[in-house]
Structure formats: structure tokens, C-alpha cells
Nanobody, 119 residues
């Protein structure tokens, strides 16, 4: 019903920036909460950032607050994650996710995009 396609990952050095994109194949894009998660090798998946449906307040994990910014382009059905001042500990596969209103968990996930930060 919904597909999410991430792009923009790559290999960068500490202190560099990247912008991830997630294109969603759905109508009423503004009605859904969107989020980014990440998973490092041998670690559990962790929350990174979210933009809430409607008015669109944002939320961030403590580890990325002040460095990462989540936003969306309604006309293009795309959510972004601007990542600045990247650190080696940011290395992970980053996943885009979509949640319908009133749901307890995210309903759709992308395949992920690799971000590698060298020291």
C-alpha cells in the first residue's frame, strides 16, 4: 500500500554533513507521522527523529539533538534528515518510517540507507 525509499547515505569524515531523503508513495502525506530510525552493527534499532502529522512538531533523540534536523516537503511526498557535525558513532543504517494516526507502532518502513562516518 505504501512504499518508502531512502537515499542520500554515504561515507564521510567526522564533522561532515549529509542530507537523507525518504520518498513516500502515498496520498495525504501530511496526515502521517514520519520518523527516522537507525541501527548500527550488533546494536538494536534506535529512534533518531520524528515529525508529527498536522502542525508538524518535531522530536529528536538526545544523541542527535542540535545536530540533526527533520523536515518534509508536502508537494514531493518527501521527508528529509539533515545531519551536521557527524560523528563516528552516527555510523548506521538509517531507516525511514511512517505511522497512521492512532496507531501504536510504525506501519511502513523503508529498506534503509548506509551512513558511515570515519574518524
Amino acid at each position: 500500500q505504501v512504499t518508502l525509499v531512502e537515499s542520500g547515505g554515504g561515507l564521510v569524515q567526522s564533522g561532515d554533513s549529509l542530507r537523507l531523503s525518504c520518498a513516500a508513495s502515498t496520498r495525504n502525506f501530511g496526515s502521517f507521522t514520519m520518523a527516522w530510525f537507525r541501527q548500527a552493527p550488533g546494536q538494536e534499532r534506535e529512534f533518531v527523529a520524528a515529525i508529527i502529522r498536522g502542525a508538524g512538531p518535531t522530536s529528536y533523540a538526545d544523541s542527535v539533538r542540535g545536530r540533526f534536523t527533520i523536515s518534509r516537503d508536502l508537494a514531493k511526498n518527501t521527508v528529509f534528515l539533515q545531519m551536521n557535525s557527524l560523528k563516528p558513532e552516527d555510523t548506521a543504517v538509517y531507516y525511514c518510517a511512517l505511522k497512521y494516526p492512532g496507531r501504536d507502532s510504525f506501519d511502513y518502513w523503508g529498506q534503509g540507507t548506509q551512513v558511515t562516518v570515519s574518524s
